[in-house]
């Protein structure tokens, strides 16, 4: 209803001509829902806007606009209140005819609400499968799962994607490390080097991988090389020249081959992590075999080809400061090696060649530079910037019993997803990644999620639904039937403040699925379910639905109806179930 009132409004300034027609686009009007119903439903304040960029009396302003609005069906009548509001006052048809829309449409209502529907590839998670999901993870997993449940109720067609990076050197320090626990497990004592990967996992990968593996681990135990420290070099000069060493004894091929068995076995992981977790990806793409089929290559020459690359100390530059980055950036190393950013422009480029308008990616919020480099070098491969588009989601924090879980995934000290969700359940750990806006640091209570009380909001709000089944139910086993078109007809006997307040509320659904579609904020859905079921519970403790009156005990049902129906789908978008008992 904000976007109908919000179209009679420009209509309005455009009819009476207060704006220049290159000028009403700037035009940003706000449609607020009023706290006081004797004020009406909704609430504008353009007058107040313009009155000072056109010189005239906000007032006067204000009846200038509202005179113009003609809309006999959906307006009962429009008032204008000092010092400038326009109050709109909705007429009973629109009430009932929500109602009548949610118990016609069902999960469909609220759906394509969008007048010009994007083709998206939102890529998310996309963690290195170099150990398991923790805690953070699952923050970008219910988020970016939830946006596209979000964007796809709007009416966007969007493809989910997991860009697994199996390639690389962070592969091969994580195949060295579970290779050093798989010799100690064979009575080595070799200890792992500085930098490496830590964590029981990599005992647990080692065990399931020593055995299953081809592999001559023995050998490696007889090389008494690999035991050397290589205390004098830096941790990085030491990992490499262990990496080399292990290449060197066991082949470049057979480490390869070993590195390639415990990525797969890595991404096998994650990926039942994140089924269990109620993520599914429409499909997981590999850097490696898109290096394997030249595209990165490929990419790196059309760049060449457009001129926009220079040799720099034995590297090779790109010119994305052309397009707006704070620098230049190295698309390949001295050592011949292309870089990772080189495998983000192929990458990118290839999510345009495959057809999509927008590509979104949801990154961590330490990458608040990559909006501009990869902007940049999609512009160099001749591919718009703005088809870019980046959320950036913020860190989690967990407390229990009020202080915070100290953790550390360098050294191997983390909170794995299944861990939390094993804590907490599934349900609680989708609302609560998803209850704050993502770029705002989230404190995780473990407590309040495990909670089976009204203080805990997905609780509340699976109550609410479960208490209307509950009214349901009884309606059942008193012998009693709703009649759905008895309670259409007679919503008019809806007049109660209680259930005024509810129909306003699931007015405002379609809305909101708009607006958090187009702003990206997921929360502003779970805030509105909350909102929702404090109106339901309300409605719950003052009102009897089982009524000696047919008409009122139909109309009744056919509200608490409705507004399960929107609970539970709400619920849906965010991978949360809606219990019709508990």
């Known amino acids: 209803m904000k976007e109908e009132i919000k179209n009679l409004v420009y209509e309005s300034i455009k009819a009476a001509k207060l704006i220049k027609l290159n000028d009403l686009a700037d035009i940003q009007i706000e449609i607020s829902r009023t706290k006081n119903p004797d004020h009406g439903q909704f609430s504008c304040n353009i007058a107040l806007h313009l009155s000072k960029e056109l010189g005239l009396n906000a007032v006067d302003l204000a009846h200038q606009i509202a005179d113009k609005i003609n809309d006999q069906k959906s307006l009962e009548k429009i008032v204008v209140a000092p010092p400038g509001f326009i109050n709109f006052y909705l007429s009973e048809g629109v009430k009932a005819e929500v109602i009548k829309k949610v118990l016609k449409l069902g999960a469909e209502y609220g759906s394509k609400t969008i007048q010009e529907p994007k083709n998206i590839i939102l890529e998310f998670v996309s963690s290195n499968p170099t150990g398991p999901l923790h805690i953070g993870h699952g923050r970008h997993a219910a988020y970016g799962d939830s946006l596209a449940k979000l964007m796809r109720k709007a009416g966007h067609q969007v493809y989910t994607e997991y860009y697994v990076n199996d390639t690389g050197r962070q592969m091969n320090i994580f195949a ?18 500085r930098v490496s990967y830590q964590g029981a996992y990599l005992e647990q990968i080692a065990k399931k991988t020593q055995n299953s593996i081809d592999v001559n681990f023995d050998s490696l135990l007889e090389h008494k090389d690999l035991k050397d420290s290589y205390a004098s070099c830096s941790a990085d000069e030491e990992i490499d020249k262990l990496i080399a060493d292990f290449q060197n004894q066991l082949g470049i091929e057979s480490f390869e081959k070993f590195t390639d068995s415990v990525s797969s076995l890595m991404v096998t992981t994650i990926k039942k992590d994140l089924e269990e977790f109620g993520v599914v990806y429409n499909n997981w793409f590999s850097e490696r075999e898109m290096i394997n089929k030249g595209l990165v290559q490929k990419s790196i020459k059309q760049l060449k080809d457009n001129d926009l690359t220079y040799k720099k100390g034995g590297a090779l530059w790109l010119q994305t400061m052309n397009f707006g980055d704070d620098k230049d950036r190295v698309i390949i190393r001295e050592d011949g090696r292309s870089t990772y950013f080189a495998s983000d422009i192929a990458y990118h480029f290839d999510k345009r060649f495959r057809g999509f308008d927008v590509l ?52 191997g000290e983390f909170i794995t997803l299944n861990e939390l969700c094993e804590e907490v359940g599934k349900d609680a750990a989708r609302f609560f990644y998803v209850s704050r806006s993502h770029d705002q640091h989230l404190d995780f209570n473990l407590d309040l999620a495990k909670s089976k009380n009204n203080e805990n909001p997905v609780y509340y709000i699976q109550y609410a639904h479960a208490r209307i089944h509950r009214v349901l139910k009884e309606l059942k086993n008193n012998g009693l039937v709703f009649d759905k078109q008895s309670g259409i007809s007679n919503l008019e006997k809806l007049s109660a403040q209680h259930e005024i307040e509810i129909i306003a509320k699931l007015s405002d659904y379609p809305d909101v699925i708009t607006q958090s579609a187009k702003n990206k904020s997921v929360h502003s859905l779970a805030n509105y379910l909350v909102e929702l079921a404090q109106l339901v519970h309300s409605y719950y403790s003052a009102h009897r639905f089982i009524v000696e009156n047919l008409e009122l005990r139909n109309a009744r049902i056919a509200l608490i109806t409705a507004a399960s129906c929107v609970i539970s789908d709400g619920l849906s978008i965010l991978g949360v179930s809606a219990p019709e008992k508990m």
Do not use: C, W
């Open 176 to 193: 060295l490390s579970v290779l050093i626990e798989i010799l100690n497990l064979k009575g080595a004592s070799l200890a792992l080097p």
């Open 360 to 411: 979104l990616d949801v990154l961590g919020s330490d990458h608040h530079g990559y909006l501009a480099r990869l902007g940049a070098g999609l512009a160099a491969m001749n591919e718009p910037q703005e088809s870019l588009e980046i959320s950036l989601v913020q860190f989690v924090s967990l407390f229990k019993k009020n202080k915070k879980v100290q953790m550390s995934t360098r050294s």
